[in-house]
């Protein structure tokens, strides 16, 4: 089974509106993190935002946010105020055992683009 | 600044031949990693190294191989090249503290095998 699924393969948003991308996880460890990335046209990956599974808050990070609903395993990104340099593929990743060293597991990414 | 490196960025081969991937990190972090990008499947896991003399298998590791001889650097080996092995590499790095700990990422080769 896969251990991240996003079910989003590409979406459009309007410049200036927020946009939610969709992460689901399985595992069946109570400690663990997820992480988001962004990879723009260029090709690099860039991390942006980490959510722990002990966190009382949800994390923010400037215009990215990971809305975390545990009981769901869900871990969604919500980009506020997209702008045009926010089209890229974006990666949802997990790592398992927090206590170890465990490497991350990417889902298969969701393209976001960004209209004008 | 502290960087990840990989070379060369652009590689053809052909099938059967060895092909070796370097990758070359100045941050003296403790765990290296290898990934393959490819429509449709994300990033996966390939190889990985938690330190000098430490390597471990991901989940597509038939065909590479790695060794650690230095902090610094994991090269990426393709034993005998396979077309199914063009594909985009990312070699990425973690300082290995757990928890929070974040994977940096190289800039990728683009490696295609005719």
């Known amino acids: 089974a896969q251990k991240i699924t996003q079910t989003q393969p590409g979406m459009f948003v309007q410049e200036k509106e927020a946009v939610t991308l969709d992460c689901t996880y399985d595992t069946s460890d109570p400690s663990y993190g997820l992480f988001w990335y962004k990879q723009p046209s260029s090709g690099e990956m860039i991390f942006l935002i980490y959510q722990g599974s002990y966190d009382q808050q949800n994390a923010t990070e400037g215009r990215y946010s990971l809305n975390f609903q545990k009981a769901r395993k869900s871990a969604n990104l919500v980009i506020s105020a997209s702008q045009l340099g926010d089209s890229a593929m974006y990666f949802c990743a997990m790592r398992e055992r927090l206590s170890g060293n465990t490497p991350l597991v990417f889902g298969k990414g969701t393209r976001l683009s960004v209209i004008a | 600044d502290a960087e990840i490196t990989q070379s060369p960025r652009h590689k053809i081969t052909e099938t059967g031949r060895q092909v070796t991937l370097a990758c070359h990190q100045t941050?003296?972090?403790?765990?290296m990693f290898w990934y393959r990008q490819d429509l449709g499947h994300g990033l996966r896991l390939i190889h990985y190294s938690y330190g000098v003399h430490d390597t471990n298998k991901g989940e597509v590791s038939d065909g590479y191989s790695v060794s650690r001889s230095n902090t610094e650097d994991l090269p990426l080996t393709l034993e005998s090249a396979a077309s199914s092995q063009t594909s985009v590499y990312f070699c990425a790095s973690s300082e290995g503290a757990g928890g929070s700990d974040t994977q940096y990422f190289g800039p990728g080769t683009r490696l295609t095998v005719l």
């Open positions: 941050w003296n972090h403790n765990n």
